[in-house]
Each structure stands twice: as structure tokens, then as C-alpha cells.
């Protein structure tokens, strides 16, 4: 984790990359983990009312 957190502060800093690739790539990268996190709420209130169903 450090090293990526590394790589991507050396990227932005350095200009090597573009910044509209950097946009990009930060906002794929925050749909997917916004995405992720509301599969895995939904999934968890399935389990759970599962579970209050059998109770």
C-alpha cells in the first residue's frame, strides 16, 4: 500500500502523467469503490434480514 501511495504522489508530482489521465483514473477509481461498497450493503441487509427471518 505504501508503495502505490508512493507511485501515485511521485505521478502527480513528477508531470508524468497527464492530468486529465490522473482524473480519470481517480474518478474509476472511485466508482468502483462506490460501486463495491453498495454491493456490499446490499448484501449485507440481505444476510441480515435472512437471518432475522429464521429467527
Not at 25 to 33: D, E, I, P, Q, R
Amino acid at each position: 500500500m505504501a508503495v502505490m501511495m508512493t507511485g501515485g504522489i511521485w505521478l502527480q508530482s513528477s508531470g508524468v502523467a497527464p492530468d486529465r489521465f490522473i482524473a480519470f483514473f481517480y474518478t474509476g477509481l472511485g466508482a468502483s469503490l462506490l460501486l463495491a461498497g453498495l454491493l456490499f450493503a446490499c448484501n449485507f441487509a440481505k444476510a441480515a434480514l435472512a437471518a432475522k427471518g429464521k429467527a
